[in-house]
């Protein structure tokens, strides 16, 4: 296979060969058993130790206790609000919001089944979250808060800091799932106030199979799984060893570029920028003010998402899209629809997601080809008028 | 990703066929841009009932892309009456196939087709329900006489296979009971018309007499009376059965139409496949 323009970063990312390089030795010679006690597993388990320290400190977590690892963001996010609601019996309410991962939906959805309340706070049209709502919406039985600190479709930041005083003031914990913010923007689990966070290691460079939850010391929760004294029997079973050393030094690499590393802001503007301006029936879907740097996404009218993806491929280009078609569902994805996109783009949704390793060339590259991929789409659809070049009206 | 076929993938990449048809004899459009896929069929027509161009425009995936493109290219050179014949299956196999979930794609082609032909015929094709029948899944507005006729087909078996098939019920699930009624109905009818081989060995004239009179009583006639009709039997001779249509039917204008797909459809199914039927007044 020819050299892919890689911009889904959202779904997953390269492993840095750092990353690699660390991570090697204990898929090899280093295959000791951290809580053994002998040295051989001794000292593994220092390197965990390490590695729970770095990632720590990417979160501004006070103690290398605070952090948990776990398989996956998901586990994260479902070890998060099972073992706080399984600790608060008697509260029987969840505040969440209609555009978080499936991850946390899947599960309220459960819940609620189950006889829970659950409240799924709105987005406007630009996707940001209805706080008011939010906050008019916690009372006496509300047992957790769960909302996203960037939305992977969009990229658009919730106002974390501002939830996490209010549920403070009221004693109400508070989840973040903050799975596509780690790496990409600053976090600061004090700052933010929250009592849980939730990240995953391939989101930013790390091998897939590893996540972990930030559980603030004193948060009240149970464990889901029961067996060893491993991460003190909140996440019992030998520790996934290479994963968990090569999240820390994930971690670790984050943290040296987000200091000043403003490239990726660059290109992804670029990208935008570029792709708007050239097709008149192209607009952004999010707030263009309040969003991680690597992620647009870009409604095309007229045109499906599906088509276009599978064009783009063609092309060596991979993205991803929030239409219907793509995902195996029938209806556009809960994202678009939440924020009210119009059906006349909500299937023709593209999400371009870059990471730090992406490069100029192939911003260019997607820049040339679009034209070629969007026009001869337009060219098939009902809707297009092809000799006027624009779209027809659309009786429903 | 899907597991689309190289036939698949060669025409939504390189679609034949696309575009307009201007002053075509057939036109038809099925879907919408809110349901997320929309195919325009424009076809030409001759004086032989042959279709000598089809074009069309489709917003949609690569497979329903694709789909309209194998509709076109298997339509053209056909007379209308055998275009009338292709089904969803045919434009699937066309294509070497098509993931399940996307089986709604060739339906859609075959749909169009339909349209197309009625409006071409100067059938009424207006979204009136007596005519396209009951709306079951208003989200995608998919309608009864569709889903039986998909689920017949192609042999559906479950729920969700009519979903991959017809996208109903796919999105607010609200009418995942009607389906399921429709579904148990038609795997019911499908089950007795499994079991018929089984008695069907040659016929004394007397026990073809019986079926006949079996067949119109308890399958027939029910059928005639939900419309206010009714069937006689007058006479038999060997295979030849003689009716008589009665109360609505008597002046109906597609009496003759009933009689073929119903009357004598229904006698060859579940009585003897060369029977032929003859209506007398």
Redesign the interface.
């Known amino acids: 296979m020819e050299k892919v323009v890689y911009l889904d970063n959202n779904a997953t990312t390269m492993v840095d060969p750092e990353v690699v390089d660390a991570m090697l030795p204990f898929l090899s010679k280093r295959y000791g058993n951290p809580s053994s006690m002998h040295s051989f597993g001794g000292d593994v388990g220092r390197d965990v130790s390490r590695a729970r320290e770095q990632v720590a400190r990417l979160l501004g977590a006070e103690h290398d206790y605070e952090i948990v690892f776990t398989g996956t963001g998901t586990e994260s996010d479902n070890y998060a609000i099972m073992g706080t609601i399984s600790f608060y019996r008697d509260r029987r309410h969840i505040i969440t919001s209609r555009v978080e991962h499936p991850a946390i939906l899947s599960l309220c959805k459960k819940l609620e089944r189950d006889g829970y309340r659950i409240t799924y706070v709105p987005v406007d049209r630009e996707g940001n979250l209805d706080i008011q709502f939010l906050k008019s919406s916690v009372d006496d039985d509300t047992a957790i808060v769960s909302i996203m600190y960037a939305n992977n479709e969009t990229g658009v930041i919730f106002p974390v800091e501002e939830i996490g005083a209010f549920l403070k003031e009221r004693g109400v914990p508070f989840h973040i799932d903050a799975v596509q913010a780690a790496g990409k923007i600053p976090i600061d689990v004090n700052k933010i106030n929250c009592d849980l966070l939730s990240i995953s290691g391939h989101k930013f460079h790390a091998p897939k199979g590893i996540g972990a939850l930030y559980v603030r010391r004193g948060t009240r929760m149970r464990p889901m799984m029961y067996g060893g004294h491993q991460e003190k029997g909140r996440r019992p079973g030998t520790e996934n060893v290479p994963g968990i050393i090569a999240l820390g030094k994930a971690a670790e690499l984050a943290m040296e570029h987000l200091k000043d590393d403003r490239n990726m802001q660059r290109l992804r503007d670029k990208l935008e920028k570029g792709l708007l301006a050239k097709f008149g029936n192209s607009h952004l879907n999010g707030n263009r003010d309040r969003r991680v740097p690597n992620t647009t996404n870009i409604g095309f009218e ?6 276009i993806l ?2 783009m491929n ?1 092309f060596g280009i991979a993205a991803s899209s929030g ?4 995902s ?5 994805s809960h994202v678009l629809r939440a924020m009210g996109v119009p ?2 783009s909500a ?1 023709g949704s593209i999400r371009f997601s870059l990471s730090r390793f992406s490069v100029e060339e192939e911003i260019d590259h997607v820049l040339s080809v679009m034209p070629e991929v969007v026009n001869r789409l337009l ?5 297009w008028d092809n000799e006027k070049k624009q779209g027809l009206p ?1 009786n ?1 | 990703m899907w597991d689309y076929t190289d036939k698949v993938k060669e025409l939504y990449i390189h679609p034949k066929n696309v575009g307009k048809i201007e002053n075509a004899d057939a036109v038809a459009e099925v879907g919408s841009i809110v349901c997320g896929d929309a195919l325009k069929l424009y076809l030409k027509i001759d004086a032989n009932h042959v279709i000598t161009e089809a074009k069309f425009e489709t917003f949609g995936c690569g497979s329903a892309i694709a789909s309209s493109s194998a509709l076109t290219e298997m339509v053209v050179g056909k007379t209308v009456e055998e275009a009338e014949k292709i089904t969803n299956q045919d434009i699937a196999k066309y294509l070497g196939g098509l993931p399940e979930e996307k089986m709604h794609c060739s339906v859609m082609g075959n749909e169009a087709l339909e349209k197309a032909i009625k409006s071409w015929k100067g059938e009424d094709i207006s979204h009136d329900e007596d005519v396209e029948g009951e709306i079951i899944c208003q989200c995608f507005g998919v309608t009864d006489p569709l889903i039986r006729k998909v689920i017949r087909e192609n042999n559906l078996k479950s729920i969700e296979d009519v979903t991959h098939y017809t996208k109903a019920g796919g999105a607010c699930g609200a009418c995942i009971h009607k389906i399921e009624d429709i579904l148990n109905e038609e795997l019911d009818q499908a089950a007795v018309a499994a079991k018929k081989p089984e008695t069907r060995k040659p016929l004394t004239n007397i026990k073809r007499m019986q079926l006949v009179e079996e067949t119109i009583t308890d399958v027939i006639r029910p059928e005639l009376q939900k419309d206010g009709g009714d069937i006689e039997l007058v006479d038999m001779d060997g295979k030849k059965v003689f009716v008589a249509l009665r109360g609505s039917c008597s002046n109906c204008v597609v009496s003759s139409v009933t009689l073929k797909n119903l009357v004598e459809a229904k006698l060859r199914e579940f009585v003897e496949e060369d029977i032929e039927v003859i209506e007398t007044r």
Request: include cysteine; glycine fraction near 8%; charged fraction near 20%.
């Open positions: 007229y045109i499906e998402g599906e088509a599978l064009l063609e239409s219907a078609c793509s195996g569902s029938l209806e556009p059906f006349t299937h060219e098939i659809s009902p809707y659309i429903l």
